[in-house]
């Protein structure tokens, strides 16, 4: 009889535990800056049809770093970690580890430029 | 039954336009498909922010006024609702929950994640730019 | 005239004769209450006795009858003929395994992964019969009672594109019965079973098509199992790194 040996994949369930959290924000909070980025700002839309700008960047808004962490890290994650699935399924499945390999270094870098840039506004109150 | 010596069995695998067959796969294709616009537009808004750490404030912002930042923004949006519309539908599906003897249903979730999408949305803003 | 005929494109193939598979059609007479096994069974029996294919039950709960039908997977004893468009019908073999014959296909992939979940109570110790049965409440048989339905006709097979693409993936009822197991009170193989299912080509291939759920004949939704499961998977993963001694 063949003896197969099974080994729970630890990490793999954390990394979909954090792309499903990824899933969340992408879909409770990406759509809300994309709006006020997109429209709201370059078409001078409500909130920004008066004198405001994404002040929220500047002005001392702390939350406003958060806020832009969590949202673009999270949806960074998401979308990366399913655009590399979706892509072994349209015929790529034996590149899969390589398209994991470039999908976590984007992920890596991504996050640790938005970091730095969100830290130095969030503490000197500007990021340049 | 596992003998296959004899003769030799038809392997069949999917080719990779097996998601054109029929309309479920091809929706499944367009709902996974999202995901490129939203980890690009994530790319795109920290390369807008390195032009504020590398300049001033201003280049990020004539960065969000740029046609084609606007324009990719635009159908990035498209793409995150219709990711934000089956994501609630799928919460739906995987968490029933039961009342008295019926369970919910999938479009019932989508409805009440919705109406949440909106509640947060205007919190957001609210504590962003108008308090 | 054409009223009462229907034709039925069934795919033939003979591996001692044939290359590759080809479409025959037959001409059979029409019933408004027919099922395509019906259909079939006239032709073999009436037109053309090589034609190869398995059944038993004809009702829908032994799961031998599985075949794609105008490109879906479904019983052949549960598809009338009048639910289908126009009175050209197209049967092929259930998609994603090897055909052995005409409608024929290898099932020993499944077998093995049936086996593999090991689907029956797994007790640390079994109790001597005279201390009486294993209680359950009606609750705790709620938990499963669900995916204990499956006939293991494959159909959730045929229709995933992932198994289609990657024959290591545990797949739909391989799994909803794990799980079916691991959520059963009277169970306490957890241990067994999670390694098959948190492995890499257990739940983890996933990726939510949720056409297995969609031609279940039984209503077994072994995408909800899938998910719950991976669930289970990602709250052990993390509870393991923040408790690495801690309990489970």
């Known amino acids: 009889m063949k003896v197969e040996t099974h080994k729970v994949a630890r990490l793999h369930a954390i990394l979909w535990g954090i792309f499903s959290l990824g899933g969340m924000i992408a879909a409770f909070l990406l759509?809300?800056?994309?709006?006020?980025?997109?429209i709201a700002y370059p078409f001078n839309l409500w909130p920004f049809n008066g004198t405001k700008d994404p002040s929220f960047l500047i002005t001392g808004h702390r939350l406003g770093a958060l806020f832009i962490f969590v949202t673009i890290a999270g949806s960074l994650f998401h979308g990366i970690f399913r655009f590399q699935s979706a892509l072994t399924e349209v015929g790529l499945l034996k590149y899969r580890r390589a398209l994991e390999a470039i999908g976590?270094?984007?992920?890596?870098?991504?996050?640790?430029?938005?970091?730095?840039?969100?830290?130095?506004?969030?503490?000197?109150?500007?990021i340049s | 039954m596992g003998d296959t010596s004899r003769y030799p069995e038809l392997r069949r695998r999917l080719s990779p336009g097996w998601w054109t067959a029929n309309r479920h796969y091809a929706m499944y294709m367009v709902r996974e498909w999202t995901s490129l616009f939203v980890a690009v537009y994530s790319l795109i808004f920290i390369y807008g922010l390195s032009l504020w750490?590398?300049?001033?404030?201003?280049?990020?912002?004539?960065?969000?006024?740029?046609?084609?930042?606007?324009?990719?923004?635009?159908?990035?949006?498209?793409?995150?609702?219709?990711?934000?519309?089956?994501?609630?539908?799928?919460?739906?599906?995987?968490?029933?929950?039961?009342?008295?003897?019926?369970?919910?249903?999938?479009?019932?979730?989508?409805?009440?994640?919705?109406?949440?999408?909106?509640?947060?949305?205007?919190?957001?803003?609210?504590?962003?730019?108008?308090? | 005239m054409s009223q009462n005929i229907a034709t039925i494109r069934v795919t033939r193939y003979r591996p001692e004769k044939d290359s590759k598979p080809y479409f025959q059609e037959y001409k059979v007479p029409y019933r408004q209450d027919m099922v395509v096994l019906d259909a079939l069974n006239y032709i073999k029996a009436e037109i053309d006795g090589s034609l190869t294919y398995r059944w038993s039950c004809r009702m829908g709960v032994c799961g031998s009858c599985?075949?794609?039908?105008?490109?879906?997977p479904k019983l052949?004893?549960?598809?009338?003929?009048?639910d289908f468009k126009g009175r050209t019908i197209t049967v092929e073999?259930?998609?994603?395994?090897?055909?052995?014959?005409?409608?024929?296909?290898?099932?020993?992939?499944?077998?093995?992964?049936?086996?593999?979940?090991?689907?029956?109570?797994?007790?640390?110790?079994?109790?001597?019969?005279?201390?009486?049965?294993?209680?359950?409440?009606?609750?705790?048989?709620?938990?499963?009672?669900?995916?204990?339905?499956?006939?293991?006709?494959?159909?959730?097979?045929?229709?995933?594109?992932?198994?289609?693409l990657n024959e290591k993936f545990l797949g739909p009822a391989a799994t909803a019965l794990a799980y079916r197991y691991i959520e059963d009170s009277r169970d306490q193989g957890k241990d067994v079973r999670f390694p098959i299912v948190h492995e890499m080509e257990g739940v983890w291939e996933c990726t939510l098509v949720g056409e297995c759920s969609v031609v279940c004949p039984k209503g077994v939704d072994p995408m909800l199992a899938i998910q719950k499961a991976k669930i289970l998977g990602a709250t052990n993963a993390i509870k393991s790194l923040l408790m690495p001694r801690g309990g489970r």
């Open chain 1, 104 to 126: 976590y270094f984007i992920i890596f870098v991504g996050i640790i430029v938005l970091a730095y840039y969100l830290a130095t506004w969030y503490l000197n109150g500007t």
């Open chain 1, 31 to 38: 759509p809300v800056l994309i709006y006020m980025t997109a």
């Open chain 3, 76 to 82: 052949t004893c549960a598809s009338f003929l009048h």
């Open chain 2, 53 to 131: 750490a590398t300049g001033s404030r201003a280049n990020f912002l004539n960065f969000l006024k740029n046609p084609a930042i606007v324009g990719f923004g635009l159908v990035a949006l498209v793409f995150t609702m219709y990711h934000a519309v089956t994501w609630f539908y799928l919460l739906g599906a995987i968490s029933p929950i039961k009342i008295g003897r019926s369970k919910t249903k999938p479009w019932q979730a989508l409805v009440l994640n919705l109406i949440l999408l909106v509640i947060v949305s205007y919190l957001a803003i609210w504590l962003l730019v108008l308090r």
């Open chain 3, 93 to 164: 073999p259930m998609a994603n395994f090897p055909i052995i014959k005409d409608l024929v296909v290898d099932m020993e992939d499944f077998m093995e992964k049936l086996v593999k979940i090991k689907p029956w109570i797994i007790r640390e110790k079994e109790t001597p019969p005279e201390q009486g049965e294993y209680k359950q409440s009606a609750q705790e048989l709620e938990r499963y009672s669900q995916f204990s339905s499956c006939i293991n006709c494959m159909l959730c097979y045929a229709a995933c594109p992932i198994y289609g």
């Open chain 3, 66 to 72: 599985g075949a794609n039908i105008d490109g879906e």
